[in-house]
């Protein structure tokens, strides 16, 4: 089976749903915790040109919501990967990476076809 890498923060709820499904089917994967580690623009750019930088970016966490009206206003792709890179928590989560295939949030339904 191809690797599995699962990219996400240690205490999100929906990171500890995503690993909960993955042990609980015995899918062996490594955890990055891009709050701890960071993250890299290569790879930000590179997850943007597969899933576009509007699935990535969290416009409904507490950490977009925070941001001045001027800096929402007419984001663009590079702003939004300079966001995300400097705030991790600004990244749709989880992320997981499998076999050349990128998903973004937890879908159990999604999950068991890649898996299954």
């Known amino acids: 089976m191809a690797s599995v890498t699962i990219h ?6 929906t990171m500890k749903k995503a ?3 993955l042990d609980e089917h015995g899918v062996a994967y490594s955890f990055h915790d891009y709050k701890v580690a960071g993250i890299d623009a290569a790879t930000l750019k590179r ?9 990535l970016l969290n416009r409904a ?3 977009f919501k ?9 984001i663009d792709e590079g702003r939004a990967l300079a966001l995300m890179q400097a ?3 600004m990244i749709k989560r989880p992320v997981l990476e499998t076999g050349g295939k990128l ?3 937890f879908k159990p339904d999604l999950y068991a076809k890649a898996f299954g």
Do not use: F, H, Y
């Open 87 to 89: 705030q991790p928590s």
């Open 61 to 63: 966490g507490t950490t």
């Open 19 to 21: 690993r909960a499904w």
């Open 103 to 105: 998903m973004v949030g």
């Open 47 to 55: 997850w943007a040109g597969e899933v576009g930088w509007e699935t």
């Open 8 to 13: 996400g923060i240690k205490n999100c709820d």
């Open 66 to 74: 925070k941001l001045p009206d001027d800096e929402k206003a007419g």
